[in-house]
C-alpha cells in the first residue's frame, strides 16, 4: 500500500527507526471506559483533542473514540483543529473551546461545530453567518467563575448577555444555547475548595437563568480531568477528559488510586553508533561531560528538534535492554549521547525507549517533565511532526492513512 508521500508502508515503517512516536489506541478506548464508571451514570464525555490530541495525533483517537455511546463529541481548541476532524469525517458534534474568529463561522455552522461564545459581537456575527447557511447555530456559552481567561461572569452582566440573544429576534432565531460550560483553575490541587467554589458559582449561575430569564440549557459540563478522578459529584451532563484520557495524571497532587489508567504514547528510538572513549575525552556542545576512564557511548538519533527537551542534558535517561542508560553531555538538535558502559550487550541497532516501558523499566511523562522542569502536558504536545505516529489497535500495528 502507498501512502500520500509516494512510499510503501514497509519503507514508512523502516523509517521509523530513527524515532517514533507510539500510540496504544486500545489504552485510550479503557481510559475511557474507566473514566465512565467513575463519574455520575447519566453524565456523557467529551473528548478533548486540541493540539493534535495532545500530540498523540486528533484523528486516529477521534476514529477510535467516535463510536463509544456515552461520547457526546469532541473539544478542540482552534477552528482548524474543529475543520481537520471534519475532513477525516468525524461526525460527532465538535466544540471550540476557545475564541473563534469570525472568518470560520459559516463553514463552522454548516459543519455541525459548536463555539464557545461570551462576546456580543461574535455572537451576532454567528447570527448573520447562520442565516446566510439557513441554519441555526449550535453554541456553547462560557462562563468565567474563576478562571480569568475568557467567559461571561455569573453575575448580572452574564444575565444581560443572555438575556439579549433571548430578546433579539435575529438572535434568538439563528442561535441555539445548546450548552454552557465553565473550567477549573485548580481542580488538580489537593485542596479543592477554588474549584468547590468555581462549582457552585456556576450551578447557582445556571438556576438563576432558568428563573429569571427562563432558559433552561440542556447541556451544562465544568468538570476537567482532575474532576473526573475526583470531584465525580461535578459531573452534570458532560465531562470534559483531556490529560487522562491519555492516561496521564493532570497533576502529582491527584489521586491515581481512584481511575485506573494507562499512559498510551511511548517513545522510541535506535542506537545508531557505539564507541568506547577514554579518561579526560569530552562528549557534546560546550564539552559538559568529560570522562573519567574508559566509558562506551552509544548514539541516540533525535533530539530537541523532535521535542526531545534539551534541558534532560546530563539529566536525565534512556532505556536500552532494560537498563537505564544516562545522558552524557548536551541532547542536541538531532542527536544525543548515552552511557552504555553497565550495558556491555548493547549493541547499534538496539531499540531505545525515550518514554515507555522495557522490562521491569518505565519513563513517565511525568518523570521526564520533573527531569527536564517541564510540564507533563507540555512534553507530550511538545514531540515533533518529524517523528512518525505509530498506532496499536487490537494487536496491529498501523500507520495513519493505512487503517
Ligand atoms: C484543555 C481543556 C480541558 C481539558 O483539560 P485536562 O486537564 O487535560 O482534562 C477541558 N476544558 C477546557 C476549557 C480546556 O481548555
Not at 474549584?195 to 438556576?207: D, G, L, M, S
Not at 534539551?310 to 542536541?332: D, E, H, M, N, Q
Request: glycine letters at 10%.
Amino acid at each position: 500500500m502507498t501512502g500520500q508521500d509516494g512510499r510503501d508502508t514497509e519503507e514508512r515503517f523502516a523509517a521509523c527507526a530513527r524515532g517514533y512516536v507510539e500510540v496504544d489506541l486500545d489504552a485510550v478506548v479503557s481510559n475511557m471506559e474507566h473514566m465512565k464508571q467513575n463519574i455520575a451514570p447519566e453524565a456523557g464525555i467529551i473528548g478533548v483533542i486540541k493540539t493534535d490530541g495532545y500530540g498523540h495525533g486528533s484523528v486516529p483517537i477521534a476514529q477510535v473514540l467516535e463510536p463509544l455511546d456515552f461520547l457526546y463529541g469532541f473539544a478542540v481548541a482552534t477552528a482548524e483543529e474543529a475543520f481537520a476532524l471534519r475532513d477525516a469525517g468525524i461526525e460527532k458534534p465538535i466544540l471550540i473551546l476557545g475564541y473563534t474568529f469570525p472568518y470560520s463561522y459559516e463553514r463552522l455552522v454548516r459543519q455541525g461545530i459548536r463555539p464557545a461564545v461570551f462576546r456580543m459581537d461574535a455572537v451576532r456575527k454567528l447570527a448573520r453567518a447562520a442565516e446566510r447557511v439557513g441554519s441555526p447555530a449550535k453554541v456553547h456559552v462560557k462562563v468565567d467563575t474563576g478562571m480569568g481567561r475568557i467567559g461571561i461572569l455569573p453575575e448580572d452582566s452574564g444575565l444581560a448577555f443572555l438575556r439579549q440573544i433571548l430578546e433579539d429576534e435575529g438572535l434568538a432565531r439563528w442561535i441555539e444555547i445548546e450548552g454552557i460550560f465553565t473550567h477549573f483553575a485548580r481542580a488538580d490541587e489537593r485542596d479543592k475548595s477554588s474549584a468547590k467554589e468555581q462549582y457552585r458559582r456556576f450551578v447557582r449561575f445556571t438556576e438563576r437563568i432558568e428563573r429569571e430569564i427562563g432558559l433552561c440549557v440542556p447541556l451544562r459540563h465544568c468538570a476537567n480531568s482532575a474532576a473526573i478522578l475526583e470531584l465525580p459529584q461535578m459531573s452534570l451532563d458532560l465531562v470534559r477528559a483531556g490529560i487522562t484520557l491519555y492516561g496521564l495524571y493532570p497533576s502529582a497532587e491527584v489521586s491515581r488510586d481512584r481511575v485506573a489508567l494507562r499512559p498510551a504514547l511511548s517513545l522510541y528510538s535506535t542506537v545508531v553508533y557505539v564507541k568506547t572513549i577514554h579518561a579526560g575525552d569530552s562528549v557534546s556542545y560546550g564539552g559538559t561531560f568529560t570522562a573519567a576512564g574508559d566509558t562506551r557511548v552509544a548514539t541516540v538519533p533525535l533530539g530537541y528538534g523532535d521535542g526531545y527537551p534539551r534541558a534532560l542534558s546530563g539529566k536525565g535517561y534512556v532505556l536500552i535492554r532494560g537498563k537505564r542508560a544516562p545522558i552524557l553531555g548536551r541532547v542536541c538538535m538531532d542527536q544525543f549521547m548515552v552511557d552504555v558502559s553497565d550495558i556491555p550487550e548493547a549493541a547499534e541497532g538496539d531499540r531505545v525507549t525515550l518514554l515507555g516501558y522495557d522490562g521491569g523499566e518505565h519513563i513517565s511523562a511525568e518523570l521526564l517533565g520533573d527531569l527536564s522542569g517541564r510540564f507533563n502536558y507540555e512534553l507530550v504536545c511538545d514531540l515533533g511532526k518529524r517523528l512518525p505516529r505509530v498506532y496499536l489497535r487490537g494487536g496491529r500495528r498501523m500507520l495513519p492513512g493505512t487503517v
